[in-house]
C-alpha cells in the first residue's frame, strides 16, 4: 500500500525492474513512466531487452516483486482476465501450429469477456467485424491464418488485440518481417488507434527511421539497460546512436515530416 | 454485408458438428454387433433368455459382443480425446499418447502393479488403473519437462525424441519386469500386455465409465482456454488464460483417462493420433468442437477397427492394437513428412 501512493499518475510504471532468464540479467534497474495515451517505442541493438521489457509490462513474464505497476496497483494483484481487458500483448505474426480461421483467431480476443462454457455471442462477433474492419481484413475472415500473407496476419493479430477492447497495447516488432507497403500500412492503423481511440501503445522497434516517424517518445535501450529517453529528436542523436550501436552513423532528416534517417558508415 | 453471417451463431455451429458425429458414432453402435464370423439371428437373440439358456444367438450379441464394442467404444473416446488434447497442449499435431511414450508409461505402472500382486480394487476403482495412471501423469511430466524449451516451443524433433526414447526405456522396464516375475505373474503379464478388447464383461465397462466422462467433461470446461494455448502460449496469457493451471488440468485429467483405458485394454497405439487428425480437417481446430467430435468418431473409428480384426482372417482374430498400428504406422510417416516440407521440424 506505502508503494501505491508513492507511484505516480503514469498508466504504467515500472520500479527497479530487473530480470533474468537464467543467471545474466536481461534487464537490470529499469524505471520508466507511461502515461495514458502516449505512442512510445523502445528501441536498442539486438539483445538490449526491448522484447523482454514489453512482455514483463504486459504481465507475460513473471516480473520479480512489486516492480510493474498498471494504474497504480501492481501486476500480481490483478486477476489474469482483469488484465488482459486492459493490456494486450501483440507478439510477431508467425505460423500456427493448426489451421485456425481468421476470424477464430480475432475471436480469440474476446476470451478475458465470456465465461468457461459459454460461446461467442452476436456482440463479440460485432466486435471482431468492427476491429477486422479497422484493420482491413475483414475480407479475410474465412481464410485460414497460416494461408495469408505476414502483412495481412500482422493486421488479424492487431485485430484480435482490438477486439480484446484493452487500454493498452504492446506490440513486439510489429513492422520488422514486413515490406515497407505493409510496414506503413501497420503503423498508420496504430497511429489511427492512438489519435482516435486514444489507446497507449509501446513498441519494440528495430527501424530507427519508422520508430521517429510515428513515435513522440523512445526508450533506447542498452544491454538491459535505458540509455537514454526523450523526444525522437533527442535520442537519436549521431553520438548517442554512434555509442549505443558501436558503429559510425550519418543523420538525414525528412524535410516533409521531420522524421530522421539513421544511415551506417560502411568502414 | 460482411462475410461474417451473425445469424450463424457458434452455438449452431457447434450443434450442427458433434450431431453429425454423434450420428456416426450411433450408426457404428447399431452395425457393428450384428457384424461377425457367426451370423447371429437377430430375432431370436432378442427374444430372451442369456447365458446358460441355450440361446447361443442371444449370448454372442450380448455377452460376447456388445460388452467387447462397449468397450472398443469407451477406449476409442478416451484415446482421441486424450491425442486431441496433447496435440494442443504441445501445439504440435504428432502428440498423441502412444507417440510421447504416454501410453507405454502406463503400461509399466500397471505391469508393476502385477509384480506386486497388487492386482485388486479398492472402493470399485482397480489398482491397475492406478498404477496406470501414475505411470501416465509421470511420463507426462517428465516428456514435458524434458521437451519445452525457453520459449515455452515444443520443437517436433525432441518431442519425438523424448517419445521414443521414453517407449524403449518403459519398454524394456517392463521386459525386466516381466523376466524377474513368476510363472502366474508373467502370464498376467503377457495377458495384459498383448490388450485387445475381447476379454470383457460389462462390469469392466462401467468401472472406467466415470473417470473417462469426469475426465472428458473437465477436458471440454478447459477446452477454450486450450484453444488460445494452441495458438501461443504467450499470447494465451496475455488474453488472460491462466496457461500453467490449464496445462495442468490437461495433463492430469488426459493422463487419467489414458491410465484408465489402458489398464483395461493395454497398449492400443495411434488412435490418438488419426482420429483427431481426421476429425480436425472436418470440423477445424477449435477444442470446444474438436474434443466431442473426436470422441464420438474415436469411438467409431475403434469398435470398426475391432471389427475389421474379428472378422477378416475369422475364425483367428487379430488383436485391435495391430490393426491401429497397421493404419498408423503409415499415417505418422505422412504427417512427419508433410510437417518437415512446411519446415516445421
Redesign the interface.
Known amino acids: 500500500m506505502t508503494i501505491e501512493t508513492q507511484v505516480s499518475s503514469a498508466m504504467i510504471a515500472t520500479q527497479g525492474l530487473t530480470f533474468a532468464?537464467t543467471e545474466e540479467p536481461v534487464l537490470s534497474n529499469i524505471s520508466l513512466n507511461f502515461q495514458a495515451g502516449e505512442f512510445t517505442g523502445v528501441i536498442g541493438p539486438n539483445g538490449s531487452g526491448k522484447s523482454t521489457l514489453l512482455?514483463l509490462i504486459?504481465?507475460?513474464l513473471p516480473s520479480a516483486s512489486e516492480t510493474v505497476f498498471f494504474k497504480n496497483r501492481e501486476l500480481s494483484h490483478y486477476k489474469?482476465?482483469?488484465?488482459?481487458?486492459s493490456?494486450?500483448?501483440?507478439?510477431q505474426e508467425k505460423?500456427?501450429?493448426?489451421?485456425?480461421?481468421v476470424?477464430?483467431?480475432v475471436l480469440?480476443?474476446r476470451?478475458?469477456y465470456?465465461s468457461?462454457?459459454s460461446?461467442?455471442?452476436?456482440d463479440d462477433?460485432?466486435i471482431?467485424?468492427d476491429a477486422m474492419k479497422q484493420t482491413q481484413v475483414?475480407?479475410f475472415?474465412?481464410r485460414s491464418f497460416n494461408e495469408i500473407s505476414g502483412g495481412e496476419k500482422q493486421r488479424v493479430m492487431i485485430a484480435s488485440a482490438i477486439s480484446?477492447k484493452p487500454d493498452v497495447m504492446l506490440l513486439d516488432e510489429p513492422t520488422s518481417a514486413l515490406d515497407i507497403k505493409y510496414q506503413i500500412e501497420v503503423l498508420n492503423i496504430l497511429k489511427r488507434l492512438n489519435e482516435d481511440e486514444n489507446k497507449s501503445l509501446i513498441l519494440a522497434m528495430h527501424d530507427l527511421h519508422l520508430a521517429s516517424k510515428f513515435c513522440k517518445r523512445l526508450i533506447l535501450l542498452k544491454k538491459g539497460q535505458v540509455f537514454c529517453e526523450g523526444t525522437p529528436a533527442e535520442v537519436l542523436k549521431k553520438e548517442i546512436l554512434e555509442d549505443v550501436y558501436e558503429v559510425k552513423v550519418k543523420i538525414f532528416q525528412d524535410d516533409e515530416d521531420g522524421s530522421l534517417l539513421v544511415v551506417p558508415e560502411s568502414s | 454485408m460482411s462475410e461474417l453471417n451473425p445469424t450463424i451463431t457458434s452455438s449452431r455451429k457447434f450443434a450442427t458438428g458433434i450431431g453429425l458425429f454423434f450420428l456416426i458414432f450411433l450408426a457404428t453402435l447399431i452395425i457393428a454387433p450384428l457384424i461377425g464370423p457367426t451370423t447371429i439371428d437377430l430375432g431370436k437373440a432378442l427374444s430372451g433368455g442369456i447365458g446358460s439358456t441355450g440361446n447361443v444367438d442371444a449370448d454372442i450379441l450380448f455377452l460376447a459382443r456388445i460388452p467387447r464394442i462397449l468397450l472398443g467404444a469407451v477406449t476409442g473416446a478416451a484415446l482421441s480425446v486424450t491425442g486431441a488434447v496433447f496435440q494442443a497442449l504441445l501445439r504440435n499435431d504428432l502428440a498423441a499418447p502412444f507417440t510421447l511414450g504416454v501410453s507405454s508409461g502406463a503400461s509399466l505402472g500397471a505391469v508393476i502393479a502385477i509384480s506386486l500382486g497388487l492386482n485388486f480394487t479398492i472402493l470399485g476403482i482397480s489398482t491397475l488403473s492406478i498404477a496406470a495412471f501414475l505411470g501416465a501423469l509421470g511420463t507426462m511430466y517428465l516428456v514435458f519437462g524434458l521437451v519445452k524449451t525457453r520459449y515455452g516451443d515444443f520443437p517436433t524433433s525432441i518431442l519425438l525424441l523424448a517419445g521414443v526414447t521414453a517407449n524403449f526405456f518403459f519398454a524394456s522396464m517392463v521386459m525386466f519386469i516381466h523376466y524377474m516375475s513368476d510363472f502366474t505373474q508373467s502370464f498376467q503379464i503377457v495377458r495384459w500386455l498383448m490388450g485387445g478388447l475381447d476379454i470383457t464383461d460389462y462390469q469392466t465397462v462401467w468401472s472406467i465409465c466415470p473417470f473417462v466422462i469426469v475426465g472428458i467433461g473437465g477436458l471440454i470446461y478447459v477446452s477454450r482456454d486450450m484453444n488460445l494455448i494452441s495458438a501461443g502460449v504467450q499470447s494465451a496469457m496475455s488474453r488472460g488464460v491462466d496457461v500453467v493451471r490449464t496445462q495442468k488440468i490437461g495433463f492430469i485429467l488426459a493422463s487419467l483417462i489414458t491410465g484408465t483405458v489402458v489398464a483395461i485394454s493395454g497398449p492400443i497405439g495411434f488412435v490418438g493420433l488419426i482420429v483427431p487428425h481426421m476429425v480436425r480437417l472436418i470440423v477445424g481446430p477449435d477444442l470446444r468442437l474438436l474434443i466431442p467430435c473426436s470422441m464420438f468418431f474415436g469411438a467409431s473409428f475403434l469398435i470398426l477397427c475391432d471389427t475389421v480384426g474379428r472378422t477378416l482372417i475369422a475364425p483367428a482374430e487379430i488383436p485391435v492394437g495391430v490393426i491401429t498400428a497397421m493404419l498408423g504406422g503409415p499415417f505418422f510417416v505422412w504427417l512427419l513428412k508433410r510437417q518437415n516440407k512446411r519446415g516445421n521440424v
Open positions: 532468464y512482455k504486459g504481465g507475460i489474469k482476465k482483469e488484465l488482459a481487458v493490456i494486450a500483448w501483440i507478439p505460423q500456427m501450429a493448426f489451421p485456425f480461421k476470424i477464430d483467431i480469440m480476443g476470451h478475458p465470456l468457461p462454457l460461446f461467442e455471442g452476436k462477433y460485432q471482431a467485424e475483414l475480407e475472415a474465412q480484446q
